[in-house]
T-cell receptor, first 113, second 117 residues
């Protein structure tokens, strides 16, 4: 069945260091991938996205890498700040051309001062 | 732009009552809205896809008679939890996508916390 999972449930990072959050997906037909940040009691906040015809995309302090061969997605946060503490979810379209997402299980990022 | 709101932000109700949650796209028209449910410390699970002017499409395992969805306009979708029970207590989140959007991006609302006593 379809599955989008994360390798680590909790990631603790020293302030100023880089963070890497990983995600694996199972459906090779997924063609659009998104990373969301969710703070407690709030809805998901868009961070960055990438389409299946790309393998890397950069934003402000964030980079998403996509490896379609092994169906793996990662989010890199540079110079992690206390405000980055949250739960991060990856999401993938259920199938090519669909607008429905399947979400990963989430990784809690804790930034240590 | 691309703001989605939900109302109420939280609601407490007695077991057996029905609760309506509204999802509005404030600055764009949304042909498609999605409803998710999120239990504590868990991920978002898609419940249904709501298309303006047509019946919602429910994901496997989601009772359509229990979770009534109405998408009467391009800016409003409602989710009604009928005869709510404590196990329906959850965080309900909606999202919307704009028509003609060549991408697949969904814009999420802030969520509604439902507690059934």
């Amino acid at each position: 069945g379809e599955n989008v999972g994360l390798h680590l449930p909790t990631l603790s990072v020293q302030e100023g260091d880089n963070s890497i959050i990983n995600c694996a997906y199972s459906n090779s037909a997924s063609d659009y991938f998104i990373w969301y940040k969710q703070e407690s009691g709030k809805g998901p906040q868009f961070i960055i996205d990438i389409r299946s015809n790309m393998d890397k995309r950069q934003g402000q302090r964030v980079t998403v890498l996509l490896n379609k061969t092994v169906k793996h997605l990662s989010l890199q946060i540079a110079a992690t700040q206390p405000g980055d503490s949250a739960v991060y979810f990856c999401a993938a379209t259920m199938n090519s051309g669909t607008y429905k997402y399947i979400f990963g299980t989430g990784t809690r990022l804790k930034v240590l001062a | 732009g691309a703001v989605v709101s939900q109302h109420p932000s939280w609601v407490i109700c007695k077991s057996g009552t029905s609760v309506k949650i509204e999802c509005r796209s404030l600055d764009f028209q949304a042909t498609t809205m999605f409803w998710y449910r999120q239990f504590p410390k868990q991920s978002l699970m898609l419940m249904a896809t709501s298309n303006e002017g047509s019946k919602a499409t429910y994901e496997q395992g989601v009772e359509k008679d229990k979770f009534l969805i109405n998408h009467a306009s391009l800016t409003l979708s409602t989710l009604t939890v009928t005869s709510a029970h404590p196990e329906d207590s959850s965080f309900y989140i909606c999202s919307a996508r704009a028509p003609g959007d060549s991408g697949s991006e969904q814009f999420f609302g802030p969520g509604t916390r439902l507690t059934v006593l």
